[in-house]
């Protein structure tokens, strides 16, 4: 098992026709994810090495039977898209795109909150790894191998880092989950590790987090009351100065809220380890699935 | 992206928000022209993005020309908490009755705007906020029904506001709430909003910020947007449109992924090294962003040595590599690099570099390895 995309995931992607849309559809394919289709409006009829274009998410849902989406279209564009893909009703929406404006966001997410059933990873987010099984998105999957430690993570870059630092060690992964660092994303880090502690195949969690917001802390809380496998978690940004924007549109320290000394306190203090650097913690999942 | 008072004031007058009438102004000559023609008493204000200027002497009131051109003279140059004063605010001085405080924020753990309202606002309502927080009323607005009229009403009544400006709170709400939504806004802060003793609303000050995102369906608001930072390596950097920001270390650092650029910083930190700055080359870097990011690490003089840490997903190693070839051949820097490429096309990325024969320019093949190497070669 694995969480989210796997051997019954039927990949519909949402800007397909695309330079980088189309590049990244081919490596999914290749690497094993059955993609039954795409959409861009004005190219339906139109193929993409075989891959099926229609017009609108219903056709392609209609023809194809897509259960699950990569949302790949420009930020002017992508929040229409997103809910394009949840009226045509795709269970599972993974939204790449960077960029989409915050209001627009907010009211993707409230409209999503409306239809029950309906899950979305992302915006800017890297998508979801099933390693053996599928890849939605884009993350380098050369670098992982099957296993069985669960990664959710808020940074792209990082998760690969943390996912190569495990693989090093001989260790794999259930499945890698990039939540995205926008200010509104789909699915938290909670909602991420009910589906990681669900799953039979995982049988340790680590959580990559950074500096901002309070979804780490709220992880923390849900992790003591509800979580009963191992948790390892990781923080960004230990040494980032107050009042200054790190990037990521959640990553600002305001005042001692947000902080990475105050995050890793959080979740040391709900029975999560924290590593101070990806390279330990690698050290310490590996001292918990050795012992 | 922040505005300045008076463009976020310009903003509100665009949604029916009454303001003071006023005039931006440079030099103290056109702040006294400005004066005169709004006419004493008039109200002098440093336009700095931050908070707390009244405290420090950068609002001042001048009843005759002599006194508006002393108060603009002080001001203009003043160093309010860091940030030099370059520009200048007149506007007519308001008759005061009651000052409120009211805010719209995007609340982002709570996935919704949060509206706040308190009677009793003014320099001191971070001090309210912490002391007797229940003189703020709140309420956060569902995005997809909007702030409805009983939302503003709520408000107005559990704040107490005074029984004749019920209505007109209401109506101003409901202003600040179509700005927010409008101009997509982060946040739209209104402190003081001033009772006048005619009873009408007015609002003397306003801190706005702007969704960097949404800035293209808004020409107007982006052509706001102010190049001119305090640093000039973040200056040079803004205008390459790269995201960097300035430490008091010597070991620059680059990386791909704000995450992943976070860490570095900490995992040099933790080698004992210090950071000089962050830059995250963002997802898909080319080589020419790859060759700028260097400039602008290398124009701060406190650098020593270089660390890049990639880790290629979307980005490709190989493009990385090129922009350091080039960098090399275009600005020929004399600090050491050390280079750590992982991930997409990084086989292809690490023979360009090898083939290049750069001199000191150090392949490491892991993070912690590379930042130890690192820090060694800084000191």
New interface residues.
Partial sequence: MSVLVDRDTRLCVAGITGR?GRF?TLNNRNYGTAVVSGVTPGKGGQDVEGIPVFNTFREAVAASEANTTMIFVP??FAADSILEAADAGIATIVAIT???????E??T???LQRMPGIRLIGPNC?GVLSPGKANVG???AA?FREGNIGVV?????????VG?ELA?RGFGNSSIVGIG?D??PGSSFVEVIALFEADPETELIVM?G??G??AEEEAAEYIAAHVTKPVVA?I??????PG?????A??IVSGTQGT?AAKAAALEANGVQVG????AVADIVVAILNS | MDLLEYQGKQLLARHAIPVPVGKPASTVDAAAGAASEIGYPCAIKAQVQIGGRGKLGGIKIATTEAEARQHASAILGMDIRGLTVRELWVEAASEIAAEYYASIV?D??A???LVMLSTRGGMDIEAVAAETPEAIASLHV???IGLQPFHARRLAFEAQVAEDVVRPVGAFLDALYRTF?QE?A?LVEVNPLVITPARVLVALDAKVTL?D??L??HPENAALRDLSAEDPQERMAKQRDL?Y?K?DGDIGVL?????????T???V??HGGK?AN?L?AG??AKADAITAAVEVILSNRSVKAVLFNI?????RCDEVARGLIEAFETIKPTVPFVVRL???NSVEGRELLAGAGLANVHAVD???AAAARVVELAR
């Fill in positions: 980088e990244h930020p002017p960077e960029g989409i404006p915050a209001h627009e907010l009211r997410y409230a409209q890297p884009i993350i380098p670098f993570s808020r940074s792209g870059t990082l998760t690969y880092q190569n090093r660092g200010p509104v990559a950074e500096i917001g309070r990781y960004a940004g230990f040494t980032a100065p200054k924007t790190m990037g990521h959640g990553a990475a101070r650097t990806p390279t | 995007f982002r753990g996935k919704a705007a569902d995005p997809l939504v997509e982060m969704d995102n949404a293209y369906r995201v920001v430490l990386g791909n992924g704000a995450g992943l650029v976070m860490s910083l900490d995992v930190a933790q950071p962050f995250d997802g898909g880790f290629g997903g979307i980005t992982d991930g997409t892991t993070m912690d």
